[in-house]
């Protein structure tokens, strides 16, 4: 294994879900739904096999019903805020958001070049980051004393951008935080993108699990279509985490490159399920907003179960996760914590701090996922409140 990979090991999804398995505990640890998404979604990945749709090589770009339903999602959510994408020239579909992820880093980073992301930060962003030769400059989110949330620092941001940074890689709603950025703070970031000329590349596969607040795409703001680079997922909206199908919006120039990178990482995505997420894509409102309401519930039960069994708790505005701090409960090292958790409670969790480079900032947090069985959910809880 080269240097450049020899860091960061085995993720710690496989191997907390292995550790689940071999346990037989409730895994609220690695993201994925223990329900799949919608049978008229399934039956329309049978129908695209069964018709011979995608079984061969499909077009390099996604095939085209696929990228028109994308642009008009797009349209359909956010045409409000401005946003409108070609669905010939300024949409490309990729195998799940983490091949978007790397394609993109791989296209757009020179060796040495600095890029600014989010701390704790989803682990394969600085993977990525170091294949393609970059450098990660963390700013880290803190929880805030008052209200129980993750905050960015603007001051902190606005001092990690340097002559050698490329891009800003940011997250929103973000996981593991579950922190939902606001108007002002994406103001913020996109004038200072524009004022340092900086690229931005935003993963915002989150972008319909939002509690509270709203999500706005940051290519919405003033001067940010040209240089945003932004990422969806049928993975989590459509709970078909097993598909991995993905997606990039961005002007042709962008699309261009992250073309470049992906055509020699993949070639092409797996051709059936890209027919079933175009009618996914188009699926009612209500789908939408009743996936979302399913998913608050599931937090407030597991966010109150998980205070009454004595952690700290940061309710999140969005994603499917909730970070909680286990020093109430005479604790401080989350990842000997999740390693006893399945012996001591049948549960597995993942530790924050595999998302950190800053180790100590990581230490005591520790994340559950609720995009589970509100059966399931219950058990945990009781199990838990027996700790
Ligand atoms: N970005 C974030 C923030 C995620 O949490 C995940 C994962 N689940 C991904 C990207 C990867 O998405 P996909 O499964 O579509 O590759
Ligand atoms: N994104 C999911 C999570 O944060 C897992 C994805 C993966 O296993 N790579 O749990």
């Known amino acids: 294994l080269n240097r450049r990979l020899a860091e960061f090991g085995t993720t710690i999804f496989a191997e907390m879900s292995a550790l689940a398995l071999r346990t037989g505990s409730i895994n609220l640890g690695q993201g994925f739904p223990d329900t799949d998404g919608p049978e008229e979604v399934r039956e329309a990945a049978v129908r695209a096999l069964r018709d011979g749709r995608g079984n061969q090589y499909p077009p390099g770009p996604g095939v085209p019903e696929l990228r028109a339903a994308v642009a008009a999602h797009q349209h359909r959510f956010y045409g409000h805020l401005g946003v409108a994408y070609d669905p010939d ?18 296209a757009l980073l020179e060796p040495g070049d600095e890029v600014v992301a989010l701390e704790p930060y989803y682990d394969s962003y600085a993977a990525c980051i170091a294949m393609a030769g970059g450098t990660r400059v963390p700013v880290t989110l803190r929880p805030s004393a008052e209200d129980g949330t993750y905050a960015l620092d603007l001051d902190e ?16 709603p973000h996981n593991p935080t579950g922190t939902v950025l606001d108007r002002a703070e994406l103001t913020e970031i996109a004038r200072l993108a524009c004022e340092r000329d900086l690229l931005v590349i935003t993963d915002e596969v989150y972008e319909h ?4 607040g709203e999500h706005l795409p940051l290519a919405s703001f003033p001067g940010m279509r040209e240089r945003t680079v932004t990422i969806g997922s049928a993975g989590k909206t459509f709970s078909f985490t097993g598909w991995k199908v993905g997606w990039v919006t961005a002007s042709p120039e962008l699309v261009g490159a992250v073309r470049s990178a992906k055509q020699f990482l993949t070639y092409v995505s797996a051709g059936p399920f890209q027919y079933a997420v175009a009618e996914a894509l188009a699926l009612p409102d209500s789908y939408y907003t009743g996936l979302r309401d399913d998913l608050r519930a599931k937090r407030d039960l597991l966010a109150d179960g998980l ?6 708790v940061f309710r999140p505005s969005g994603t499917y996760f909730v970070t909680t701090d286990i020093r109430p409960l005479g604790e401080t090292d989350g990842f000997a914590f999740c390693r006893a958790l399945p012996e001591r409670a049948g549960v597995v969790a993942i530790p924050n701090a595999v998302f ?12 559950f996922a609720f995009c589970k069985q509100e059966k399931i959910l219950r058990e945990a809880v009781d199990r838990l409140r027996a700790l």
């Open 307 to 312: 205070a009454a069994a004595g952690f700290r």
């Open 209 to 212: 699990l939002v509690f509270e």
């Open 89 to 106: 020239t300024e949409v490309l579909v990729t195998a799940g958001a983490t091949e978007a992820i790397a394609a993109s880093l791989l």
């Open 356 to 367: 950190y480079d800053h180790q100590d900032q990581g230490a005591p947090y520790v994340r």
């Open 157 to 172: 941001l606005r001092d990690a951008i340097t002559d050698r940074t490329r891009l800003i890689l940011l997250n929103t």
